[in-house]
T-cell receptor, first 118, second 112 residues
Framework: GAGVSQSPSNKVTEKGKDVELRCDPI?????LYWYRQSLGQGLEFLIY????????KSGLPSDRFSAERTGGSVSTLTIQRTQQEDSAVYLC????????????????FGAGTRLSVL | GESVGLHLPTLSVQEGDNSIINCAYS??????FIWYKQESGKGPQFIID?????DKRQGQRVTVLLNKTVKHLSLQIAATQPGDSAVYFC???????????FGKGTTLSVSS
């Protein structure tokens, strides 16, 4: 596709259930990022993948959160034993390469998955 | 710590006016800044970026100004249009260079 694709667009789950959120980055982009956006807030970094390098997991809020990226393309963010405070919009972004400060590092975002934990 | 903030949560302007959205950052070592626009129900969309070796950068109807002395960033939108209504975020790169740190955003409302 032309842009970053995320699915599902909306997810309603019950407290304690596990959820999986999917991200298809722009074809050819080697860097992939997950962010979380709570209502009325800015984006909070969760995790970063760059090629075959070990991911930067420093933003994951707890061990209930994990993510993987298979084949250097599609990524899945998994939240185990969901809590009400996990309710937010989860945004995925990709960039041609990782790093900073240039056109190749600009992050392009998907529309997000709105997660509601009841 | 690293943080990026904005001066005003909301800004209301008339169509045709110029808009100025401000942002203050705390990490004096930051060398790259980006402005994003987020419309309702959509992900953030890149507007313009600037490196710390520049004071000003212009795009189409937008200008970003960087004042490193006071750690201040601003986005100027010329001849604001109703389609410019959105939440605007400034962001800086984290120290590891692996992700963006976003401020809380300014909601721009443009009335006809």
């Amino acid at each position: 596709g032309a842009g970053v694709s995320q699915s599902p667009s909306n997810k309603v789950t019950e407290k304690g259930k596990d959820v999986e959120l999917r991200c298809d980055p722009i074809s050819g982009h080697t860097a992939l990022y997950w962010y979380r956006q709570s209502l009325g807030q800015g984006l909070e970094f969760l995790i970063y993948f760059q090629g075959n390098s070990a991911p930067d997991k420093s933003g994951l809020p707890s061990d209930r959160f994990s993510a993987e990226r298979t084949g250097g393309s599609v990524s899945t963010l998994t939240i185990q034993r969901t809590q009400q405070e996990d309710s937010a919009v989860y945004l995925c972004a990709s960039s041609p390469v990782g790093g900073t400060g240039g056109a190749k590092n600009i992050q392009y975002f998907g529309a997000g998955t709105r997660l509601s934990v009841l | 710590g690293e943080s990026v903030g904005l001066h005003l949560p909301t800004l209301s302007v008339q169509e045709g006016d110029n808009s100025i959205i401000n942002c203050a950052y705390s990490n004096s070592a930051s060398d790259y800044f980006i402005w994003y626009k987020q419309e309702s129900g959509k992900g953030p969309q890149f507007i313009i970026d600037i490196r710390s070796n520049m004071d000003k950068r212009q795009g189409q109807r937008v200008t970003v100004l960087l004042n490193k002395t006071v750690k201040h960033l601003s986005l100027q939108i010329a001849a604001t249009q109703p389609g410019d209504s959105a939440v605007y975020f400034c962001a800086e790169v984290n120290q590891a260079g692996t992700a963006l740190i976003f401020g809380k955003g300014t909601t721009l409302s443009v009335s006809s």
